[in-house]
């Protein structure tokens, strides 16, 4: 499977890693013309090559028109979604701008929906979070590992004022992944860049691979101790390498003395706030009570979010939770036409084979409620859809 690992050596910003997919051969003229799908412009980019003591890398810069901006994450989302784009690349750029503004609205105390960007909602910016997920798409979608990502002391200058190094944003992006201490005295990971890495890589080492490509993304500044430049090695993991990897939290409490009506309405509470998923088991507890143990499997950045609601939503004093690896499928969205309409399916894959194509509940559900058919048999006629559109498929 092909496999990117990103060497974080002198960190990640935006940029540096736009600047690395360039390296590593995604085609100027493709980035621009994709980014032509969204409503902005006023701005150009240039690609250099240049050197950091002594290495070569690709810097890009992205020359912008505009002062002054007050973007709102909703406002960029909203774009987003609107937006031409391929779906993996809207969705992709919608869940590194959502990270960023969950971070911020915890900083600052507001909710999600009235973050105004500073620093990532400029031009710039949004350049290089959407050309980060143009860019994946573009060279094929790899898996991608990274090391952890380093942490400096010092300060740094943003809109709110001069704020100490690792920035809040930074730290909140990171919360429950690997960081190292480095002793640089410069910011060397960015929000942006954090949101990337945290987004689409696993940490840890460098995975066994066949080396296809190494490539630099090259930062702004010179660093003294070292060059300023983010590496990518590109390759071939083995052919047992062909499941997606992430990483999800584990949510885990005991209940004894909830009432059951409140049970079903927290389900829906965390499933709407983001878990993958929710699940009750029964089990013995103290005292000779009969209890649930409640499971939930999340995103890691929204822990403490989905945490807060157990605890608020439920008789739990506390909630245990961790991080764990997780072996996927990759997975893509579709549709197959019926007698009934167009209905939505998901597409399952191992690697490039397509293992199995499956009816989406909700889209069955809303032609079984406009059609007056009992749901299993709009299940039925959605799957026979399926097995239609497999027989064309080329």
Known sequence: MKTLF?????????????????????SLADL???LQKLPVDGYRLELKTVQRQA????????????????????????????????????ELARRIFRRIGEAEARIHGVALETV?????????????????AIGLHLLGNPQVACTPLPMTRGTVRCAH?????????????????????????????????????????????????ILGKTGYGAGERELRDRPNLLRGLLGETGAEETLDRDRVA???????????????????????????DVGYNALQMKKNRPGLALTVIAPPHLSEQLARIIMRESSAGGVRWRESSRYKLHSEPGTVTTNLGKAQVKHFYEGDVLLRSVPEYESCRQLAID??????????????????AKKNRP
């Open 116 to 132: 105004h960007f500073h620093e990532v909602g400029a031009l710039d910016s949004i350049v290089d979070i959407v050309g980060a």
């Open 250 to 276: 584990i949510l885990e409490t005991h209940l004894d003395d909830a009432n059951p009506e409140w049970l079903g309405a927290l389900m829906d509470s965390l499933l709407t706030a983001g878990a993958f």
């Open 6 to 26: 990103l060497d974080t050596f002198s960190g990640i910003s935006g940029d540096m890693f736009l600047g690395l997919l360039l390296d590593l051969g995604l």
């Open 55 to 90: 290495i070569t890398g690709s810097k890009l810069t992205v020359h912008c028109k505009e002062q002054h901006h007050h973007r709102t994450w909703s406002g960029i989302d909203r774009m987003l979604m609107d937006s031409d784009l391929a779906s993996p690349v809207k």
């Open 161 to 209: 004022g001069s704020f100490p190094l690792p920035a809040p944003a930074t730290l909140e992006i990171l919360n429950g992944l690997p960081i190292v201490h480095d002793f640089a005295g410069v910011e060397l990971v960015t929000p942006t860049g954090a949101a990337i890495a945290a987004e689409i890589a696993t940490f840890g080492t460098l995975p066994s691979m």
């Open 32 to 34: 621009e013309a994709e």
């Open 371 to 388: 059609c007056g058919l009992p749901l299993p048999e709009v299940y039925r006629l959605v799957e026979r859809g399926i097995d239609a």
